[in-house]
């Protein structure tokens, strides 16, 4: 059972509830009379700070629970003998994200312009999402409850942000608030792989040129490698935006610099392949496409268990291909514009020339400058409102399919606040979300069907934070 020293003590008015959504017809907590909206207090006497919390009390068997109707002011309790209460509940986070205890050179979150979803400016750095949701963690917030608790309940798999695992050049990147730090031996990387060593870990590194490449980069792969928990490592290039008040100047990848991160990354794979029979290390997509270098088969992701990182999207999306039985022509000609982001358009643009062959379509793939983030931000899911509106013209096309990962996700809503049906009023147009992969992508294309597509990744941390910050 947690102490109650851990979280706060039992009283009448607890620091935080958990809203309850739904409750199951015939369920207990139903003949209790429990309704949605009503809130969830305590469990066996405990303050339950997250659904993880929730369902470990329930594996105890005999439960007794408290909950409360928050109109009323009305308390009630009920117990269940190894059976489902019934209860759903509208987060899966009832004590709010952990806040991130670092002050990094590249953190995005303070590259951001001013304008977008307040959920955006949230620097979380939260362990439970990361077993949830696959979010990255780097570690540093961590308190000793914290590390016994992801032990003792195997909160595997974890994804974890080492970047390098040189501590002092670790320290130089990230530069933790001495006072968000609750224990000094968070901050140790390697000390806190080898206190995880029965939690698996995806790691990552946020690569910046000349910081942590080159020779850092094959120091950490070395060491990552001899840990036997730690399953795979996601290369991935610094993001900049051109809204870096006040912070160190960090330059973009060159070609020849994305070239060497491959190589490495390359030699370091074939190397695994033989003593682990699996490459390990992975690169983003980015830097393929830095580096004009073709990217890697499908295979060869090892089932993208690191999608949402940018790790294979584009061989994921590329995968299904082209249906075979393209039509000839259409019945009513049309005119479709795809836009995207200016690294994947060329991409785009070759998947998508067969489709310029049928007779009545007239295709076009237009690479939008983003002028929120800066220009040095390329990719598609980075696009605002403001981008589809500055760049293309009202009227100019029957139809214009935009990338789901651009989308809020399960929403038509970007990242600025602007909607599917503000960007249609504004361009006198039909405006789509594409597919997340190319077969539905052409699908929507042939057909305008308005099926609402959800990103490549599943729900997110973003999706948490956005449930948990009113816009």
Request: with cysteine; net charge negative.
């Amino acid at each position: 059972m947690f102490m109650k020293s851990r979280f706060a003590a039992a009283t009448n008015d607890p620091p935080f509830v958990a809203t309850i959504s739904q409750v199951s017809p015939g369920s207990p907590a139903d003949k209790a009379g429990v309704k949605a909206g009503w809130e969830l207090l305590r469990v066996n006497g405990e303050l339950i700070p997250d659904i993880l919390a929730y369902r470990r009390e329930l594996e105890r068997g005999v439960v007794k629970i408290e909950v409360r109707d928050p109109q009323q002011k009305e308390e009630r309790q009920f117990t269940v003998e190894w059976e489902d209460p019934g209860l759903e509940f509208s987060e899966v986070i009832f004590d709010g994200l952990r806040l991130c205890a670092n002050k990094c050179d590249f953190c995005y979150v303070h590259q951001m312009p001013k304008g977008m979803r307040k959920s955006l400016y949230v620097m979380d750095d939260d362990f439970r999402t990361s077993f949830l949701y696959g979010s990255f963690v780097t570690l540093t917030n961590l308190t000793e409850a914290d590390i016994e608790r992801i032990v003792d309940e195997n909160l595997s798999p974890l994804y974890v942000s080492v970047h390098t695992a040189n501590e002092s050049l670790r320290h130089e990147m990230m530069k933790w608030w001495r006072l968000k730090v609750k224990d000094e031996k968070a901050t140790k990387i390697r000390d806190m792989l080898a206190r995880l060593k029965s939690i698996d870990l995806y790691t990552q590194m946020v690569l910046l040129p000349g910081r942590n490449d080159g020779e850092h980069l094959s120091e950490t792969l070395d060491y990552l490698a001899s840990q036997e928990h730690v399953l795979a490592v996601a290369c991935v290039p610094v993001g900049l935006t051109e809204h870096r008040v006040n912070l160190p100047e960090i330059q973009p990848y060159t070609q020849e610099q994305a070239r060497d991160v491959l190589r490495r990354v390359s030699s370091f794979q074939q190397r695994m392949l033989k003593e682990r029979g699996s490459r390990f290390v992975f690169a983003s997509d980015e830097f393929y496409l830095l580096a004009a270098e073709p990217l890697p088969t499908a295979e060869a992701y090892e089932g993208f268990p690191m999608l949402e990182n940018g790790v294979g999207m584009i061989r994921d999306f590329l995968a299904e291909g082209l249906p075979a039985d393209l039509p000839l022509s259409l019945p009513k000609p049309k005119r479709v514009l795809l836009a995207t982001g200016k690294l994947f358009a060329p991409v785009l643009k070759q998947a998508v020339a067969p489709l310029e062959q049928i007779e009545g379509l007239e295709l076009e793939v237009r690479a939008l400058k983003n002028r929120t983030f800066g220009e040095v931000t390329t990719v598609a899911g980075l696009l605002a409102g403001r981008d589809f509106l500055t760049q293309i013209k009202p009227g100019e096309a029957d139809l214009l399919l935009l990338s789901p990962n651009s989308f809020k996700y399960g929403t038509d809503l970007l990242l600025d606040g602007c909607t599917l049906g503000d960007l249609r009023r504004e361009l006198k147009m039909s405006v789509e979300i594409g597919g997340t992969n190319l077969a539905e992508l052409a699908q929507t294309i042939l057909t305008g069907a308005t099926v609402h597509h959800l990103p490549q990744f599943g729900y997110s941390t973003q999706a948490i934070k956005e449930t948990q910050i009113s816009d």
